[in-house]
């Protein structure tokens, strides 16, 4: 998929080029425009998820040119050029079976590391950044790591398991 720039741009805006999960997108942005917003409202990757929007909750982590970034944080126009993966593109395409999930996500359903799925997405890309960088973790790199995800419901037990099969399984590779 190639989105090409087919808004009208007014005199305030940049315009910017992103590849975004494999497409590449050129979008007319606002200067003070985050990322999370032009995933969630003019790409409807709703995956990313606003929830402090101050980068407190990591919520809508994503990485960006393979860092782990908080989008809410992030302005687009300074992205020029930046190549973007949100959760839904570690397992693009059809994601109705166990089998056609990236390892990570398939570690969090068999662990129940999902409970109201808010923090999920942000939680789900820290694991992959930090399984890419460091396939072995030890129980601290894994509460390093995920530092910067708030989760509200499980208690984190859960999510540590997840990461720990994902590691066991050799899940460092980002599809």
Do not use: W
């Not at 087919?6 to 200067?31: C, F, K, M, Y």
């Not at 959760?87 to 089998?99: I, K, M, Q, Y």
């Amino acid at each position: 998929m190639n989105t090409e720039l087919s808004e009208a741009v007014d005199h305030n805006q940049t315009v910017i080029s992103l590849t975004i999960n494999g497409a590449r997108h050129s979008l007319a942005v606002d200067p003070n425009e985050t990322l999370a917003n032009v995933l969630r409202g003019r790409l409807e990757l709703t995956g990313t998820k606003l929830g402090c929007e101050s980068g407190a909750c990591g919520s809508c982590s994503v990485l960006v040119d393979g860092r782990l970034r908080n989008s809410c944080l992030a302005l687009a126009a300074l992205l020029d050029g930046s190549e973007v993966l949100t959760v839904e593109g570690l397992a693009p395409g059809d994601c109705t079976s166990r089998d056609s999930l990236h390892p990570v996500q398939r570690a969090f359903v068999d662990n129940n590391a999902i409970q109201c799925g808010y923090c999920t997405p942000g939680m789900v890309l820290a694991a992959v950044a930090l399984l890419r960088d460091n396939p072995a973790p030890s129980d601290e790199a894994i509460r390093e790591a995920l530092s910067g995800n708030l989760c509200r419901c499980t208690g984190y037990t859960k999510i540590f398991a997840a990461v720990k099969q994902a590691s066991s399984t050799g899940s460092a590779q980002v599809s």
